[in-house]
């Protein structure tokens, strides 16, 4: 069964995660996004691409058993590849977020042009908990937040509720939960009434001084993951425990193994 679906009419592709319950992302799935967005991007005659998710929240992230060193490397790139897909998508990309966006679930809407968030969305990058960080967002957040809370969320794990990445500018329209099928109408009405042609090419223009991720950014943020992070005692540490639900035991530099 697909766990990523395309439906286009009316001139929008809506492209929807339904892996339920959390829309956990592995490299199958991955891979399947990128096949998906690849399809929608063929069409010239699209409005608006949406990214959307079925279930209980927009994605919890990338599958935490995919990031052990037997398939790190792979789970990256494959990932990557399909928000550099996203990314690239001549038509605007409005990302509809509800419950919450963690880890690759947050990367994603990175990769969007638009964010559309229910008051009950949350937004956090939880990585560092598990002693690895996010590639991407340690490439590409600082473009769009200042860059001291790009270092908090990165470094810290904290989540923002919808009304503070609203604020700090991950979000750019908030919708009460009950409202945000409405409002994504209304979004999509405002771009539907708009000329296809001119909205690519503004899109292009848009992003003429200051794209908002950089690709070799990332790419460079991935190789350092993978050549120095991966196979490294904390970070299978980190993932293992969390798997096993269980606290992780970090290791001092040169020293014993210890309790966080």
Avoid at 14 to 20: F, G
Avoid at 32 to 55: K, P
Avoid at 183 to 192: A, M, T
């Amino acid at each position: 069964m697909s766990a990523v679906k395309l439906e286009i009419d009316d001139r929008v592709a809506r492209v929807t995660l339904d892996r339920p319950p959390l829309n956990v992302i592995d490299l199958g799935v991955a891979r399947e996004l990128t096949v998906v967005v690849d399809e929608a991007g063929r069409r010239d005659d699209l409005v608006a691409v949406v990214l959307a998710a079925e279930g209980r929240a927009f994605s919890a992230g990338v599958d935490v058993r995919d990031h052990l060193p037997d398939r790190g490397a792979r789970m990256l790139a494959a990932f990557h590849a399909a928000c550099e897909r996203l990314h690239a998508l001549p038509s605007p990309v409005v990302a509809v977020v509800h419950g919450a966006a963690l880890g690759g679930g947050c990367e994603l809407t990175l990769v969007c042009d638009i964010v559309l968030a229910s008051g009950s969305a949350t937004f956090g990058l939880p990585e560092i908990r598990l002693g690895v960080f996010p590639p991407l967002a340690a490439a590409a957040l600082s473009h769009v937040v200042p860059w001291h809370l790009a270092s908090d969320l990165v470094l810290t794990g904290r989540s923002l509720t919808a009304a503070e990445a609203y604020a700090a500018g991950l979000v750019s329209r908030l919708a009460e939960p009950e409202q945000l099928g409405p409002v994504l109408d209304q979004l999509l009405g405002e771009l539907r009434a708009l000329s296809p042609t001119s909205l690519r090419l503004t899109k292009q223009a848009l992003r003429l001084a200051r794209p908002p991720v950089d690709f070799a950014a990332v790419a460079a943020a991935e190789r350092h993951y993978v050549h120095n992070l991966l196979d490294e005692a904390d970070a299978v540490e980190g993932l293992t425990a969390f798997l096993e639900k269980r606290p992780p035991k970090w290791r001092e530099p040169g020293g014993p193994a210890t309790h966080p």
